[in-house]
């Protein structure tokens, strides 16, 4: 099969198209002919080496896709050849989706739904799975309280707006671009806010009436906890979904408020939790209160572009690759 192999760490040009042995499923396992690979910031980090857990060298990078189930070992029950799921990660790990199939635990795949299309299956992994346990398992968010996604038009971001409009609750969403702020408002957001206008927290403190909000969903903790910090309401929340770097910040504003600051991460979610996060996510799709928006579809060969594309500022929707 064909597959994106990492030789060696480094910038995205050491992701080379190579032709590989197909993946054998053992007893107690699922082989998945992959129809799409999501891209996550993630994936970058991993392969340019500065990721704190990494795979041994080589490596097939990627941990979300969605497909059809091709073959299932002799112990697995509820999966036949045919079904359509998506996975998010593979039997080897973290790694292994950027490829034409991948071997999987039953744990790590779930049925996709008939009106999600491959590549909104390939957007759920990661990015649905971050925003419903920073919204649900870490911020405790409940309806009627007010939610600023921070950084709202990426993958996380959108899906954080969808579940959190879902659930009842007040939704403000910023972004870059006006065709960002567009699809953000489209997704369910309440109010949107350029995060590159002059006066924009102004704007933020108006929608809520200046109470402030009760979460913050942040996706550039080094660039904007300081300031979050003076948007939150008695008792707000601010969890911390991205960061690149040190931040200050002036801890004085979190006591008035008894607000907190809380991290994560979602290699730290239990089996239980995923269990929860992805029966909830099912039903979302299922439901149509869920709809991964899709930026852009690339061949798995120009792994490269969507590395670099995913870093940039301004992204819009999930980049996923098609085997």
Known sequence: MKAILVRQFGDPDVMRLEEVPDPKPGPSEVLVRIRAAGVNPVDTYVRSGVYARLPALPYIPGSDAAGEVEEVGADVTGFAPGDRVYMIRTAKGHEGAYAERAVCQPNQIFHLPAPSSFAQGAALGVPYATAYRALFHRAAARPAETVLVHGATGGVGLAAVQLAHAHGMKVIGTGGTDRGLAVVHEQGADAVVNHRAPGYLDRIMKATGGRGVDVVLEMATH?????????LAPRGRVVVIGSRGRVEIDARQTMGRDAAIL????????????????AALGAGLANGSLEPVIGRELPLADAPAAHRAQLEPGALGKIVLVP
Do not use: C, P, R, V
């Open 263 to 278: 991290g994560m991460t979602l290699f730290n979610a239990t089996e239980a939790e995923l269990a929860s996060i992805h």
């Open 223 to 231: 660039i904007n906890l300081d300031k979050d910090l003076g948007l």
